[in-house]
């Protein structure tokens, strides 16, 4: 298994930013797939972004050029700037964690973090 702890969601007016922390630990693959979800109320989760562990990055289209996913591979974390941010924004966003250990894949997520937008 691996384990995901999350940190810096928070309360934020719109324009300001806020840099979310994952690190897994556990179970970890050399290759695997880091990368951050978010749920707003009433919603199904998406995509926010991705990262390999070779460092080839996926965004949403509407998160392109405001949120920057990044990760070093030796502390086994994962980290979300996110710029201008705006109300729709709001959402508790999730670590997520896939890739293969022993010829079994693993796919984990954190508890979510909290991220609001509101003047």
């Known amino acids: 298994q691996v384990q995901l702890l999350e940190s810096g969601g928070g309360l934020v007016q719109p324009g300001g930013s806020l840099r979310l922390s994952c690190t897994a630990s556990g179970s970890i693959g050399v290759n695997n797939v880091m990368g951050w979800y978010r749920q707003a109320p009433g919603k199904q989760r998406e995509l926010v972004a991705t990262i390999t562990s070779g460092g080839t990055t996926n965004y949403a289209d509407s998160m392109k050029g405001r949120f920057t996913i990044s990760r070093e591979n030796a502390k086994y974390s994962v980290w979300l700037q996110m710029n201008s941010l705006k109300p729709e924004d709001t959402a508790v966003y999730y670590c997520?964690?896939?890739?293969?250990?022993?010829?079994?894949?693993?796919?984990?997520w954190g508890q979510g973090t909290q991220v609001t937008v509101s003047s």
């Open positions: 997520n964690y896939n890739g293969m250990w022993k010829l079994r894949r693993i796919d984990s």
